[in-house]
């Protein structure tokens, strides 16, 4: 069974760093596009960052040249860097991934319980 376990939220000030982690576990094949999304209360689940298994990333707008996605294959890890952090990033922020859990099964998305981010003073 696959698992998608994500660490490193918490309160934080504005302008202040935090990074997020997310490592699969279980018994899989190959993971391919990984990605952090993010939900504010009383909004809808948005893209952050994905980043595919051969290192091309894609950036929301509201985040680019702030947050940082990246991962290591070695560790089944994605990680995602956040620099000046501002009071509209609070949120949860979900861990995603598209993986195969063997050679001929077909590709399965996956999501962690999610970490919450708070950026207060």
């Known amino acids: 069974q696959v698992q998608l376990v994500e660490s490193g939220g918490g309160l934080v000030q504005p302008g202040e760093s935090r990074r997020l982690s997310c490592t699969a576990s279980?018994?899989?094949?190959?993971?391919?596009?990984m990605g952090w999304y993010r939900q504010a209360p009383g909004k809808q689940r948005e893209l952050v960052a994905t980043i595919t298994i051969g290192g091309s990333t894609n950036y929301a707008d509201s985040v680019k040249g702030r947050f940082t996605i990246s991962r290591d294959n070695a560790k089944n890890t994605v990680y995602l860097q956040m620099n000046m952090l501002k009071p509209e990033d609070t949120a949860v922020y979900y861990c995603?991934?598209?993986?195969?859990?063997?050679?001929?099964?077909?590709?399965?998305?996956?999501w962690g319980q999610g970490t919450q981010v708070t950026v207060s003073s």
């Open positions: 995603n991934a598209d993986i195969k859990t063997t050679f001929l099964a077909r590709v399965n998305n996956y």
């Open positions: 279980g018994s899989f094949f190959i993971i391919n596009t």
